[in-house]
Every structure is written in C-alpha cells, then in structure tokens.
C-alpha cells in the first residue's frame, strides 16, 4: 500500500506563486511514476505533470512554462510550484502515484486563485 498525503493548497491572488507538496510513504518505489493531477469545479480531473518510469517529467501543454515539477527521492516527495497563478488554475490538486499497474491517489489539497 501506499499512502499520499499533499499540503500547500491555499486561497491566493492572481499572480501569486504556490509550492505544493506530496509526500508519500508505505511500499514507495521511487518518486518516478508519481504526479499531480487537478480538478476544478464541474470538470474532469486532468494531468498537470508527472514523473515518468524513465524519470523524465512530462507536463500537460497547458501546464507548461509556469508550472515545475520537482522531487527528492531521500524523502519520497513530489512537488509543484505554480507561478503567475491564475483564476483557472482554481482545483483541487491530486497526487498521483503508479506502480506495477495499482494507481494511488491522495485526499488533494485546494487551490484557489481570485482575481
């Protein structure tokens, strides 16, 4: 099993920066194969970046150029920081974990950006 638990969503204005953080425990590979998903209010849930099993990142189209994707595999711990936040980018934010084939979500943590 695998347990995922994010941190750092927060009410901010447009423009602000956020860090979030996912830190995983229980039969944890690696961080590769981990990622973050979002889903706003009355749509489905989408990928915004993750850590590849070749251990690139590979990030939603949308996602890049303000968004990066980080992690330390000493402490089994994914990050986002999200910069120039925009009132779209209003979700909760999911982390992710696959491996072997089994998928693991966490509660999300909520991201809310006014103008």
């Known amino acids: 099993q695998v347990q995922l638990v994010e941190s750092g969503g927060a009410l901010v204005q447009a423009g602000a920066s956020l860090r979030l953080s996912c830190a995983a425990s229980?039969?944890?590979?690696?961080?590769?194969?981990m990622g973050w998903y979002r889903q706003a209010p009355g749509k489905q849930r989408e990928l915004v970046a993750e850590?590849?099993?070749?251990?690139?990142?590979h990030y939603a189209d949308s996602m890049k150029g303000r968004f990066t994707m980080s992690g330390d595999n000493t402490k089994n711990t994914v990050y986002l920081q999200m910069n120039s936040l925009k009132p779209e980018d209003t979700a909760l934010y999911y982390c992710?974990?696959?491996?072997?084939?089994?998928?693991?979500w966490g509660q999300g943590t909520q991201v809310i950006v006014s103008s």
């Open positions: 992710h974990a696959e491996y072997y084939g089994f998928d693991y």
């Open positions: 229980g039969t944890v590979f690696s961080i590769n194969g």
């Open positions: 850590f590849t099993s070749g251990g690139s990142t």
